[in-house]
Structure formats: C-alpha cells, structure tokens
C-alpha cells in the first residue's frame, strides 16, 4: 500500500538519494536541496511504501510573463521513483496527489517538460495550445500545461518562466 505524503525534515537525506540514484547524477537532487533553502513556495512530496521511501515529487513556482503581466502557477519537476520500484503506478500516484493539492489550493496551472506520451494521461497538453512558450529551446510537445483555471488563460501569451535555479542546472 503506497502512501503519498508531504515531505518532512528526516526525509530529506532519503529524497536527495532517490533523485540521484533515478537521475545517476546529483545534479536533481541538488535543485530540490537548493529550492528547499530558497523558496517558501515548493510542494514537495514523498511516497513510502512499507515505511520506505520509494518516490519523490517537486512543484516549484512558475510565471508566465505575459503581456498582460504575470501569472502565477507551479512546475512540475524532478519527480523521481528509485528505479527498482518504476512502473508501478508511484509515479502517477504523486503526479495525481501533486495536482489535486494545487487544484485545491487555487493554483491556476502547472506546467511540465517531459514525455509527451506520459503526461497527457495526466490532464496535461501541449503549452503552445495556450500560446505559452518555454525559456528553454526545446521540441514543443514536451513542454506541456494542465491548466486549471481556463479563464485566466484566455488570450493569454507568454514565456513560462521556472525559478532561477533551474538554470544552474549542469
Ligand atoms: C519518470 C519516473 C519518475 C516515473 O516513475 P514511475 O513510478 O515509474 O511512474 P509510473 O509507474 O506512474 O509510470 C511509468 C511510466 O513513466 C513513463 N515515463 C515518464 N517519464 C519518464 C522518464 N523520464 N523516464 C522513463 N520513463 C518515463 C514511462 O512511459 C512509463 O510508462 P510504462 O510503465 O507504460 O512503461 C521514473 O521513470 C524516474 O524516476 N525516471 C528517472 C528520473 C526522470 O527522468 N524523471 C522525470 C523527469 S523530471
């Protein structure tokens, strides 16, 4: 039975190993300490299965700057599940959680670069849908966005920009 829980301080050292055993390189786990330390802002959950943690999961704020100012979301990423426990719904159990607790807590949006085969199950589409771009020259269909609230979006467009430290990222 997997549980998905918000991180606290004695499961950091846990989160920093499953980053860098999932990424082999400790340049993840190092982002996630950083925006830990720099940012009030983070949603940063675990999941634990049998009282080991197997999963972990960051939001970090993002804005898009828009003609019309700025519009304040999340980012989804890392997110990591230690690779002897992948393909077993983990992933997937923290993307859900992850969302419903944004989607709760008025977030309008969150956005996401990764497989555009996997995301899409999650509610997410391609940002170029929404006329959002990516600070980053990526291929467009993995920059992708769940947006949850529409109206705020309309004829919006913009660049999406994630925390600074991203761009420390070897
Ligand atoms: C991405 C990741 C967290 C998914 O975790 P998981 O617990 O296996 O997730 P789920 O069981 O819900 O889904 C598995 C699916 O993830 C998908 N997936 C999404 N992104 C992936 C990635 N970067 N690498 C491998 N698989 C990925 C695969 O399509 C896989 O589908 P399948 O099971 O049908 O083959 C895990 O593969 C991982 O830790 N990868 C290394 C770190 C990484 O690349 N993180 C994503 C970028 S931040």
């Avoid at 009282?51 to 003609?67: C, E, M, Q, R, Y």
Wanted: aromatic share 8%.
């Amino acid at each position: 039975m997997i549980t998905i829980r918000l991180e606290t301080e004695s499961d950091i050292e846990f989160i920093r190993e499953i980053n860098e055993l999932a990424f082999g390189q400790p340049d993840e786990a190092e982002l996630v300490d950083k925006l830990r330390q720099s940012c009030n802002n983070i949603l940063s959950l675990i999941a634990e299965l049998e009282n080991k943690i197997v999963g972990h999961i960051l939001f970090s704020p993002v804005a898009i700057d828009s003609t019309n100012g700025a519009i304040k979301g999340m980012g989804l990423g890392p997110m990591a599940t230690l690779p002897e426990y992948q393909h077993q719904g983990i992933g997937a159990g923290l993307i859900n959680t992850g969302l419903g607790t944004l989607t709760k807590n008025g977030c309008p949006f969150v956005v996401v670069l990764g497989h555009p085969t996997y995301y899409p199950r999650f509610g997410f589409e391609p940002a170029s849908n929404f006329g959002i771009g990516c600070e980053w020259e990526i291929p467009d269909e993995v920059f992708m966005i769940h947006v949850f609230d529409k109206k705020l979006l309309t004829n919006i467009k913009g660049t999406a920009l994630y925390r600074e430290e991203f761009n420390e990222l070897a």
